[in-house]
């Protein structure tokens, strides 16, 4: 059987809803995503499944059992493998043609100039770990490209709860918090405004740690600190960050 293009009848939908060259529209779209877990997968998948034409996938870690119970492509035949391999194996399992770029590569100041950022359309910010996002957001909100990014989507249960705004404005996250104290300690900030996704819920259980206690090793390892999470709302993050990039090429594509 041949494989569906995926401008054309796999997008019937897209197209009733958006207009009818909007697929084609889409399929001239370059977006990077920077972190493939539990937020990073299902934005990968949704835009995808909304005909961007391009996808480059930034992570440089292997699916663990540990990412089972939240991640896309975590099963338990892709323990061990790259989280960018896996993930591009299955985007192309649903459009086979698709320009999806899998790199296996962390990201932060000693890498940052390896990204053109400039060269794409969006830049979806999905990273855990607090240096390595500072770098990216002071990155791309200085580059030619629209930036959007998820705060901290673990100790959360509510999906209701999800909302977006501005860096500036997100309230009662930890994480953005945390953020902007390092901004202002470093006398660095980013060039731009940018929206966020984020929720003010946080849940405590036996397992959490003191938000310090995460935010400083988060610092000084390059690494998350780890706390409960959900796939049901770290995959509505990551839609919601799809939304919002579909939501401003529907502007665009509306006013052409």
């Not at 059987?1 to 054309?8: H, L, Q, V, W």
């Not at 009848?9 to 909007?22: I, K, N, P, Q, S």
């Not at 990155?139 to 860096?167: Q, R």
């Not at 500036?168 to 918090?177: D, E, I």
């Amino acid at each position: 059987m041949t494989a569906p293009n995926p401008s054309t009848e796999c997008l019937h939908r897209v197209a009733r809803l958006l207009g009818d060259t909007f697929p084609a529209y889409a399929q001239s779209k370059r977006v990077i995503v920077f972190g493939v877990g539990g937020v990073g997968s299902w934005c990968a998948e949704a835009l995808l499944r909304t005909g961007i034409g391009h996808l480059t996938l930034v992570d440089a870690d292997t699916v663990q059992p540990s990412n089972l119970n939240r991640q896309l492509m975590a099963t338990s035949a892709t323990v061990g493998a790259s989280k960018v391999e896996a993930l591009r194996e299955r985007l192309l399992s649903i459009f086979p043609h698709a320009d999806v770029e899998a790199c296996h590569a962390f990201y932060g100041e000693a890498t940052a100039d390896r990204f053109a950022l400039d060269s794409y359309d969006y830049v979806i910010d999905a990273i855990d770990s607090l240096a390595p996002k500072a770098q990216l957001l002071l990155h791309a909100a200085a580059a030619e490209t629209t930036l959007f990014s998820s705060m901290g989507a673990a100790l959360k249960l509510n999906p209701t709860g999800v909302s977006v705004a501005e860096f500036w404005k997100v309230k009662g996250c930890p994480l953005a918090a945390a953020l902007r104290r390092r901004f202002r300690k470093h006398h660095t900030f980013p060039a731009r405004k940018f929206q966020c996704v984020y929720s003010e819920e946080l849940l405590t259980n036996r397992g959490s740690l003191p938000q310090e206690q995460l935010t400083e090793a988060a610092e000084q390892f390059h690494k998350a600190g780890v706390n409960g999470s959900l796939c049901h709302i770290t995959g509505l993050f990551g839609f919601t960050l799809a939304g919002l990039v579909v939501q401003d090429l529907a502007r665009r594509y509306a006013a052409d």
